[in-house]
């Protein structure tokens, strides 16, 4: 069965940085594009990033480009996010998806929380 483990959040003052990591199992983890989430408190849940199998291509939303990269080591089934120049507003759970034979599935999320 397909499963997606983040880890990494934490607390972390405006400015800083954190990585985000999120482990998977269940599916051919090298021929899955990938993609970040985040969902605020009283929000939708935001599309954040996205990576392709490969990991050669990658995409990210206009709130989080120049500050947040999406990668992946294919040898170690992990996909990664790394988070700099953190803001208040970037606080919210965060959440890897695949999806995997016409389903999508998602991890259980990790906490960021960037405070003063």
């Known amino acids: 069965q397909v499963q997606l483990v983040e880890s990494g959040g934490g607390w972390v003052q405006p400015g800083g940085s954190l990585r985000l990591s999120c482990t998977a199992s269940?599916?051919?983890?090298?021929?899955?594009?990938l993609r970040w989430y985040r969902q605020a408190p009283g929000k939708e849940r935001e599309w954040l990033a996205s990576?392709?199998?490969?990991?050669?291509?990658?995409s990210h939303a206009d709130s989080v480009k120049g500050r947040f990269t999406v990668s992946r080591d294919n040898t170690k089934n992990t996909l990664y996010l790394q988070m700099n120049r953190l803001k208040p507003e970037d606080t919210a759970v965060y959440y890897c998806?695949?999806?995997?034979?016409?389903?999508?599935?998602w991890g259980q999320g990790t906490q960021v929380t960037v405070s003063s």
């Open positions: 998806n695949v999806y995997w034979q016409s389903k999508g599935y």
């Open positions: 269940g599916f051919v983890f090298s021929a899955n594009g």
């Open positions: 990576i392709s199998s490969s990991g050669v291509s990658t």
